[in-house]
């Protein structure tokens, strides 16, 4: 970023509002870029929504987060849960097929299977703790108590299902993926993160 852009970006924060351009990739992998304009929050308002950073027993309510954002911050395009969601259902991507690899060289497949935005934010950020902890196991355990993944005859796993993953890190990382291409369909999570660096900075 130049000089004269870090001056601008000052100035209109300053201002209560600014401008930012955030590029993403949809489904097909084609490169779009849209400006969003975001507001800066009140005092009220930022006391509220910095509540969901550390909710206790070392969590974060995310989808809460960026719901808030949303509607307090995010002055163009606008945007809710309940749209997103629309649109998300809409693609190939609600439901991705996954494989992880076991012990002995072999790929064993399983789906992702999108639920909802909010429970998608937070499952995707129950992977760190307030802490910025590993929390690989809160993880697991919050994708099987929302059905975010099945075996591809529809069962809802656990992590006790992938016993057998020689990288459990893996299996993880192919969900957070799958989970972060949903959510970034007509750029929703760029846009999220845009919002939580602004908020966090304002």
Known sequence: MSKESIIKEIENTANGQIKKDVKYKDEHDKEHKLTITMRRLGGRDRVRLQHFMNAGDNMVQYGDLIEGLLEKALVFPHLSFKTVNEDIEKTSLVEQELEYEDYDGKKHKFLFHFTNVKDM????????????????????????????IKSTSGKTLSLDDFDDAKRINDVANSIAEAISKALNVNGFLNIALELQRFFLRS
């Not at 910025?132 to 975010?148: G, H, K, M, P, V």
Request: hydrophobic residues 45%; aromatic residues 10%.
């Open 121 to 148: 934010l937070n499952l995707i950020r129950s992977a760190r703790g307030a802490n910025e902890s590993n929390e690989l196991e809160q993880f697991f355990d919050f994708a099987t108590e929302i059905n975010a």
